[in-house]
């Protein structure tokens, strides 16, 4: 069974700093990866997919995310924080041959002027 | 190309009330899923689909029902609203990842989610 760990409730950076969002997982196949953002009182928004074709993915506003094997990670980056940052962020994990995504609790980043 | 539209948005419900949040998708997907958000829990699956006509139970599917009738249109019924319900609900669609297609597997599809209803029951 798939696992999704988000080693920090809460992050908290300046602006104009690099974020860091950690993700673990656990998967018995070759999992698919997301990470999505949520901003206050609105819905999920898909920021990036893993693809096996390549192990750094590039996302929407600047962010990416690296896909380590040999870790089970999945980590969350972005060179430089924006006040319009500040939200909380899931990490997903899908089985290929599964019917359901399976959630990260959650990391919510505050962005500090 | 409205994706997947949640219908209402907002609802003041009486306990012992019923009512139905109704999520529509216009992407073809196999896969719908309700989902309800609470401070602290993260998103929590209530019950899913797989395709029309047939329903599954998530994590929490106590106190609600769901009917996937059509392929598009996947329905969450509370029957007697509790104030425990309160909440928000998030519905989301995706492919079925196993499906074939000229032979290759869609492999990494996301779910796609709906902007969420807000249910207070007083």
């Known amino acids: 069974a798939q696992s999704v760990t988000q080693l920090d409730s809460h992050v908290s950076v300046s602006e104009g700093t690099p974020v860091l969002l950690r993700c673990n997982y656990s998967?018995?196949?070759?999992?698919?990866l997301f990470w999505y953002v949520q901003h206050p009182n609105k819905g999920l928004q898909l920021l990036l997919k893993?693809?096996?074709?390549?192990?750094l993915v590039k996302g929407i506003n600047g962010f990416e995310a690296e896909f380590k094997k040999s870790e089970t990670s999945f980590h969350l980056t972005k060179p430089s924080a924006h006040m319009s940052d500040a939200a909380e962020y899931f990490c997903?994990?899908?089985?290929?041959?599964?019917?359901?995504?399976?959630f990260g609790p959650g990391t919510r980043l505050s962005v500090l002027p | 190309n409205a994706g997947v539209t949640q219908t209402p948005k907002f609802r003041v419900l009486k306990t012992g009330q019923s009512m139905t949040l109704l999520c529509a998708q216009d992407?073809?997907?196999?896969?719908m899923y309700w989902y309800r958000q609470d401070p602290g829990m993260g998103l929590r699956l209530i019950h899913y689909?797989?395709?029309?006509?047939?329903?599954a139970k998530g994590e929490v599917p106590d106190g609600y029902n769901v009917s996937r009738l059509k392929k598009q249109n996947f329905l969450l019924g509370l029957e007697s609203a509790a104030p425990s319900q309160t909440s928000v609900y998030f519905c989301?669609?995706?492919?079925?990842?196993?499906?074939f297609g000229g032979g290759v597997v869609r492999s990494n599809q996301p779910q796609h989610f709906g902007d969420g209803t807000r249910l207070s029951i007083l």
């Open positions: 997903v994990v899908r089985d290929n041959y599964g019917q359901n995504f399976v």
């Open positions: 992407m073809n997907h196999e896969y």
């Open positions: 998967s018995s196949y070759s999992p698919s």
């Open positions: 689909s797989v395709g029309e006509g047939t329903t």
């Open positions: 893993y693809t096996s074709a390549a192990t």
């Open positions: 989301a669609s995706s492919y079925d990842s196993r499906k």
